[in-house]
């Protein structure tokens, strides 16, 4: 790796071993102005991906930056709905345009396609894929300074779709207290080194519930180990969310971008240090 290397192979014209392969990386859109792509991922559902990457994307915002979220997740897509977003993408001879949330963040999910919101995905990997690579190639993001990928579970078709056609500045892996959580983070970690991308750190999720009268924090699927968990993969751990009933009620309601709580400051931090 060359020194000053920003993991951005699309625009780098040096060789080196952690380059992926030229033929495989997909350019985004001539008219798309895109900065930093940092995706969020897991090994497993059910852990919070869609939340933090929402979070993530507001709290950048609120930093200053324009931010964008491309909803990789074709079969469970919620990022439109955690935005309050109603309107359909909307596209001509040019190519397709992102839905801008109420505070400016762009964003591209399959649901903004779709005639009704509850109409099911029932596609193949292949077609799920390349839908996903559609939203690269064929969206135009307006001067995006940092691109939030929310990812499926897992290591199948799409996030290796996009590990492969896009250039990914770096991810962030989301987990759980529970026990499962090594193997999590595991999976993950293995995949983001198979792939040559950059591990920002981890973000746990439901970590705790905070008690109203007397603000005690409750090991709800009791203790922790995701700083030793860190420690043994050499990763930081970026921030700790709770679970929150406010929280919740924001992602429900639409009003995400209203949400209050500073536990993603390391997060932010470690993303704008790209």
């Known amino acids: 790796m060359s020194e000053g290397c920003t993991h951005d192979c699309g625009s780098c014209s040096q060789s080196c071993g952690e380059r992926k392969p030229e033929s495989m990386l997909e350019k985004p859109h001539e008219l798309s102005?895109?900065?930093?792509?940092?995706?969020?991922?897991?090994?497993?559902?059910?852990?919070?991906k869609s939340l933090v990457t929402s979070l993530l994307a507001v709290s950048l915002q609120?930093?200053?930056?324009?931010?964008?979220v491309f909803d990789a997740d074709i079969t469970g897509p919620s990022i439109p709905k955690m935005f309050g977003i109603r309107d359909k993408a909307r596209g001509d001879d040019m190519g397709l345009y992102p839905v801008q949330s109420k505070l400016g963040t762009e964003i591209?999910?399959?649901?903004?396609?779709l005639e009704h919101d509850s109409d099911p995905v029932i596609w193949r990997g292949p077609v799920i894929a390349g839908v996903v690579k559609q939203f690269w190639t064929d969206v135009i993001w307006n001067e995006v300074d940092y691109m939030m990928v929310d990812m499926p579970p897992g290591t199948g078709d799409v996030p290796l779709t996009v590990f492969q056609t896009i250039p990914i500045n770096g991810i962030i892996i989301v987990t759980t207290p529970q026990e499962?959580?090594?193997m999590i983070v595991e999976k993950a970690v293995k995949m983001a080194k198979?792939?040559?991308?950059?591990i920002l750190g981890i973000v746990e999720n439901m970590s705790y519930a905070e008690c109203p009268d007397c603000g005690k924090q409750i090991q709800v699927f009791g203790?922790?180990?995701?700083e030793e968990i860190a420690k043994e993969y050499g990763l930081p751990v970026l921030?700790?969310?709770?679970?929150n009933p406010k929280l919740a009620a924001a992602c429900d309601k639409g009003m995400i971008e209203l949400f209050e709580g500073d536990w993603l400051q390391d997060a932010v931090s470690a993303i704008e240090a790209v």
């Open 108 to 113: 591209m999910s399959v649901n903004l396609l």
């Open 223 to 226: 203790d922790s180990h995701i």
């Open 33 to 48: 102005k895109i900065g930093k792509v940092i995706g969020v991922v897991s090994g497993k559902g059910g852990v919070g």
């Open 180 to 182: 499962l959580v090594s």
């Open 62 to 68: 609120r930093n200053e930056h324009k931010t964008a």
């Open 239 to 243: 921030a700790r969310i709770p679970m």
């Open 194 to 198: 198979l792939m040559n991308v950059p």
